[in-house]
């Protein structure tokens, strides 16, 4: 029998041949079970010569997370992929163990398995080469503009959805070349970081509007239609590595993992399956912070097949409400998301209590009298506290005293007994339990003593068996106490995964602001317009798919940053473009007798529903009186100006010619103007000025009129002050304006809440819950790309 000796020599031999690094040989060496997987592994695959240096990645990669509910038996079938060169890459080799992770003990079709991992799928060079030139030609305005500053991540990422068994590495190259091809060689300014100063100058002025955004280039906004948005999370597969360190200010270290066992429980349940959970405090409505959140998780378990919970975590009994729960579950079903369940943590409330007297029988916790105060300063010191070292049945009986209601609000807290001199401020001995002698929503008055977030969130997740918790970057600190807990209590411990959090200029999105929006009267209501509350945000008119594209486009990462309003903007823009009805319709009517018709005039005049688009009309009736916008008549005409004014030509949009041949004034306003109507010719070139018009519905009967309600930013300054009120300062007075007055045609006057139209040249409206009979009132969603005047010289 060979020497221990020999048998290490004889492995490094073979992991050499199969093309691994010298370093990562040795290493495979030294450990013994990973050595013998590994070795089983090329066994398995018959490869005991050597290989090429790709495949014997593959099987390195098969012997370090071969999943561990798979078969054993199967492992070679994997192997014999990799050794023929089926499988080529390591997402092939993923997908082929995400499946089998997903069989258990059934039978595995291996037809299915291969067709989801893309088995014996050959990409060609050439394939790779015209999926780049499509996409760096559907790119082509953006990278010429930003050259070798352009992130070229987005272009891969749309190159490897189309392509997704390619190699990655080869597409890189591609992609690479052909840039080069483009933009030939790097020249000075590609090497100079762009000059942020620079591109801040270009923003909009702070006076209180932003002015209209560019039209934006359909070739260069596309591209992130194409995106997997989930590439950039850990993959599903994560679940069963090992997940983070814990260090101790002793000097330990935890390598936080789930042990086998517990996986395999885990796995037993979920079958492998993704399971995510969106978990708002429903202290408040949701805002378009949320809506990302929400692509997150929802659309996390969605791309992977996966379920996810919507979880009221519900720990703070004073500031959480009914109507927010109902709310919650509303604006969710808005936006299209299926919770796969609706739970709350407060469901949980008896499991969590058990922990607690599991954790301090193990002497993890202790019953504390320090108050907040105290504790804090004892923080700041890095201090135990005076009641840390008590013993377990003390804490036991007085946790229990608390239960019972005998121990005063204020007076004890049940602490984790983690680490007080640990670097990382969320592992000094948190807070797990406070007493609170206010009845809960949904709990009712079962308790008088509630766990905190940080108790709470993590044991909820392993309870409900949640494989990835994604959340925002500010709780990546309180990674360790998270994983703390579940390890003193080892239970299952699931993937968490943090990004970045949305935030939009000139609006606030903190439930603590908005609340104090709301409260003090700032706006109207939670779903007041004017917040991106979805709320609000549904009451303008917004769409659910223009909050998912800008989630979309703006993608998951872990970068902070603010996104401009214009880029919300577009995307609503976009999606009502393609949804919204035309209609004609005047905000601030002024009088026009077309005194040549008689006053029984009515004659209906197609307009179009989506002119440019399709041939669709609807009718708009053509009176002896109609309205214009007051805007449109000038008493003299001046260069440049193309509505009317006396003795000029106008086109009143789908109908005719008018010809002012006059006004009338009263009080130095003018009260009417008159004209003379006259269908267009066959062949005769139209006047350049265009103008939307509203007849009346019937010959000598005004138009209903309607309240039009027109928002413009909420804040004055993009970024808005974070100390103390200042923020309050920064509000823009002018956010709202009324329009009384404004008529539009039946259409739009009999149309009911929630309606969406275009309103030719003023921008996108939607029906008002507001509304009742006599009295409509329409928010502007947003205005339309082109001003006023561009749109008139344009028609
Ligand atoms: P806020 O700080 O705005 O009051 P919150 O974090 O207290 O919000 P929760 O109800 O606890 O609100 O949040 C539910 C989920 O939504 C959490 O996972 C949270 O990380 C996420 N979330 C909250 N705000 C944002 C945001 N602006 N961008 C992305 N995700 C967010
Ligand atoms: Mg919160």
Partial sequence: MASREEQEQEAERIFLSIGLAEKTAKTAVSKKKFRGELLEVIEEAGLKDGCDKSRGTLLYTSASTYPANAMLHRRHFIQEYISTGKLKSSDQLEAAFKFLSTCGEQPVDWKKLEESAGIGVEVTPLQIAEEVAKVLSANKDQLTLERYH????????????????????????????????????????????????????????????????????????????HADPYAFLPNPAENNKVHTTVNFSNGTQLR??????????????????????????????????HAKAMFVDFGYAERYNGDCYLRFDDTNPEAEKQEYIDHIQDIVAWLGYTPYKVTYSSD???????????????????????????????????????????????????????????????????????????????????????????????????????????????????????????????????????????????????????????????????????????????????????????????????????????????????????????????????????????????????????TNLPADHFLTCDARVFPGRTEETYPVPLTRVVYIAAEDFREVDSKGYYALAPQKNVMLKYAGIVTCTGFEKSGGKVTEVRG??????????????????????????????????????????????????????????????????????????????GTRFQMERLGYFCVDPDSRPGKLVLNRTCTLKETNLAALKGA
């Fill in 256 to 289: 936080i993992a789930n042990s086998a066992e517990k996986l395999a429980e885990h796995l037993k349940v979920t079958g492998g399956k993704v399971v995510t959970r969106f978990p708002p405090e429903p202290n408040g409505y949701l805002h378009i912070g």
């Fill in 676 to 753: 003379e109507f006259r269908p267009l010719q066959a062949g005769e070139k139209p006047p350049k000025g265009v103008l939307s018009w509203v007849g009346q519905p019937r010959p000598g009967v005004e138009p209903t009129m309607f309240e039009a309600r027109l928002y413009d930013v909420l804040f004055k300054t993009s970024s808005v002050a974070d100390t103390g009120d200042d923020w309050l300062e920064d509000l823009n007075p002018a956010s709202l304006t009324t329009k009384t007055g404004a008529v539009s045609t039946p259409r739009v006057t009999e149309a009911a809440p």
């Fill in 348 to 594: 949980y409330f008896t499991e969590l209590h058990n922990f607690a007297i599991q954790l301090i029988k193990s002497g993890n916790a202790y019953v504390d009298h320090q108050t907040a105060d105290e504790i804090k300063a004892y923080r700041e010191e890095r201090r135990p506290s005076p009641w840390r070292d008590r013993p377990i049945e003390e804490s036991l009986k007085l946790f229990e005293d608390m239960r019972r209601g005998l121990v005063d609000e204020g007076k004890a807290t049940l602490r984790m007994r983690m680490d007080p001199k640990n670097d990382n401020y969320n592992m000094f001995d948190l807070i797990a339990y406070r007493i609170k002698f206010t009845p809960h929503p949904h709990a009712g008055d079962a308790w008088c003593i509630y766990p905190s977030y940080d108790y709470t969130h993590c044991l909820v997740d392993a309870l409900e068996n949640i494989t990835h918790s994604l959340c925002t970057l500010e709780f990546e600190s309180r990674r360790a106490s998270y994983y703390w807990l579940l390890h003193v209590l080892d239970t299952y411990k699931p993937v968490v995964w943090e990004y970045a959090r949305l935030n939009i200029t000139h609006n606030v999105l903190s439930k603590r602001k908005l609340n104090r929006l709301v409260t003090d009267g700032f706006v109207h209501g939670w779903d007041d317009p004017r917040l991106l509350t979805l709320a609000g945000l549904r009451r303008r008119g917004v769409t659910p798919q223009a909050i998912k594209n800008l989630c979309q486009e703006i993608g998951i990462t872990r970068s902070d940053g603010e996104i401009h309003l214009h880029k919300l903007d577009h995307h609503i823009r976009a999606d009502l473009d393609a949804t919204s009805p035309r209609v004609l319709a005047v905000l601030e009517p002024r009088r026009l007798v077309l």
């Fill in 150 to 225: 352009m992130n070229t991540g987005k272009l891969l990422a749309a190159v490897k959805t189309a392509l997704k068994w390619a190699d990655g590495s080869k597409v890189k190259q591609e992609l690479d070349d052909q840039i080069l091809q483009l933009l030939g060689p790097k020249r000075e300014q590609d090497l100079v970081k762009p000059d942020k100063k620079k591109t801040k100058e270009k923003k909009p002025k702070e006076n209180g509007a932003v002015a209209e955004a560019a039209p934006a280039n359909a070739e260069d906004t596309e591209a992130w239609r």
